[in-house]
DNA sequence: CTGAAAGCGCTTACAG
DNA sequence: CTGAAAGCGCTTACAG
């Protein structure tokens, strides 16, 4: 004999079986205070037999609760395209929490100047916010703003970037080790067998540097793992202007012929122009991020391959996890790797960033 | 000077402004009959305003309102493991949607039986169903069901496969012809550069082997357009026991030196399981679906590329699809193709279904 | 064609 | 510590 009262049973009957009102009900459902541990139990008891789901409509119909989060991130700029999908991400979890009474602020601040990062934390401090969401690029000031979050229990989840052992709820982002050792992969199976690759980091912040060498590292390691007979040099570029990238490969490229060019972030157009500018069309190049320039760069065959890791999507699902947290009190996975996806001339057009 | 009146205006501010009662908005509201033409004129005009935006916790909580939706795809077996995933799409969205009032439904039937497609057909004609998921499988079985539903105006998605120009709702599933391009794009960048290339189809139902042949299609396309020097075999093995596929197997691999093979549907793993036994290692394999067996064959090096299009998300977007068509009024992209996902051993670690 | 009332399953003060 | 009542913004009969 089983019951079947999923969705029927309500406060309704679980105070009549209790033998109290409604409102006492209310008040161990919601773990507030003011209920005797016997009739507390009494009514735990009951709900756990009636296996109880609380009615999503209603609650929401009849609370008048306001959660807010607050979002920071970079700002989109020209030299920061990139940061365009993760907005839209937010905005879009925004949107449909929104009937929630969930209401999200975004933050931004320039991923050139420490300072516009810290006094977009100190108004996230000031606004008494119930959940953040945050890009940790700067690792010093994200540690000293999160501790301040930590103390006052607010939950937090990182996107794009981690700080180990920092992160008080989830990260939401790559694993930049993999994302490298899969471009090295794919490296490995390119003509000829043989083959000498040129890895590019193009960077001029210091703090962001960390990334690239992180795929740098999952990309060389490949090849070490894999007795492959790659030979692999790099250079790192520090100036992320044109006339400055254009001198530098005119340098390493006039030392000896490449097969193959990885370059471990989205700047992968800049070298993509410079390909095309010099007709040099018999170099593989590799790259990072579903940005318009890269792939009008994949379109034209001079850009082979991108690796993307659904940048819209980190931001959805940060928001969605706070949400989840705070909201439906579900468990968190504390680190969501996004999928590693390859991008190619002939997918693009399917691909959902 | 704005109004800002989003979420607060509800029907009783418009019956008051309307000078009538709430009943006679919510009639205009919902498009029911039996209200004048001037009053409905009125309170359209109030409602535009106003941009009034219904409460859909509300909504949900008073109406009693509840909608059925049916699905028919194959059952699950050890030989079509492939649909497991879109049933979990479908599960999912179910579970999702089932506090909105929605029931789902499943019906399956058998690949190698068109009978058991016609009985699932006439169980969901007989059970008055407000939306239906279909794998279209059988095209002539498929059609007729389709025009009865036609006539019945309940809305129709198709998963998987499409019948172009029947479909009434819109068709979920892949681009089966850019699939075969894709993977021949990605045979193009496999070392040697000039090199042998087997195609092999296994399927023993007829009407499945349409699909085949279309990504056969988008494959040797690739080669043509692009002036290869790839030299294109291809074979059809029309059991699928593994007795016959190693003769078959035995019977080509004896005639000619190939450098790459290439299988058109998920029945890839039952030719690595034929390299393994035969220690072949110097042909590069690749074929279709993040399938158990596959990833293991992915995983030992067997089997090099897969190419996936989120059987999961397939039925998960079918059954929101009928919810967004029938309770959001939304309207529907026509054809909604799935991304083609390019799996390696690198890679499948983070993929999602 | 229109209105007034009850009710959906919760939460929120308020009273004791 | 507990209860009774009002109300969230809709929809649903029912009455006229």
Redesign the interface.
């Known amino acids: 004999m089983e019951k079947k009262n999923s ?1 029927t049973v309500g406060v309704k009957e679980i105070a009549r079986l209790a033998n109290v009102s409604i409102g006492t009900v209310d008040r161990v459902l919601n773990n507030r205070v003011g209920v005797s541990d016997k009739t507390k139990a009494k009514i735990l008891k009951i709900i756990e037999e009636l296996n109880y789901q609380p ?4 609650r ?2 009849a609370s008048k609760k306001k959660l807010r989060f607050a979002t920071l991130i970079p700002k989109v700029s020209d030299e920061t395209k990139y940061w365009e999908a993760p907005l839209n991400g937010i905005l879009q979890a925004a949107a449909e929490i929104k ?1 929630f009474g969930i209401e999200v602020i975004t933050f931004f601040f320039d991923q050139n100047d420490k300072g516009t990062f810290k006094e977009g934390a100190t108004k996230i401090k000031a606004g008494e916010f119930d959940g953040i969401l945050l890009a940790p690029m700067f690792e010093d000031e994200s540690i000293a703003f999160i501790e301040g979050c930590k103390e006052k229990k607010i939950p937090l989840v990182f996107i794009n970037s981690d700080i180990p052992g920092h992160n008080n709820l989830c990260y939401i982002g790559p ?1 930049l080790y ?1 994302s490298g ?2 471009s090295a ?2 490296v490995n ?5 043989k083959k000498k690759t040129l890895i590019v980091n193009i960077s001029k912040e210091i703090d962001l540097h960390h990334h690239l060498l992180r795929k740098e590292e999952g990309f060389r390691n ?1 090849f070490e793992q894999n007795g492959s007979t790659n030979e692999l040099t790099k250079i790192d570029i520090q100036q992320t202007g044109y006339a400055h990238i254009q001198q530098k490969l005119n340098e390493q490229l006039a030392k000896d012929k490449y097969d193959v060019v990885f370059v471990t972030n989205s700047r992968v157009s800049t070298v993509a122009k410079y390909f095309e500018e010099n007709n040099i069309k018999d170099i ?1 190049l590799i790259g990072y991020d579903f940005l318009e320039d890269n792939i009008n760069y994949l379109k034209n065959k001079t850009i ?1 391959f991108l690796v993307c890791q659904k940048p819209q999507e980190q931001g959805y699902k940060g928001i969605m996890s706070l949400y989840d947290h705070l909201v439906l009190n579900t468990s968190i996975e504390k680190e969501q ?6 991008i ?4 693009y ?4 960033n």
Chains 1, 2 share one sequence.
């Open positions: 969705g009615n999503i409509f209603a929401r119909l009937d694993n993999q050792y899969l992969h794919i199976y390119l003509s000829p067998a490949y593989k082979d790797f996004m999928p590693i996806d390859i190619t001339r002939e997918n057009q399917y691909y959902s």
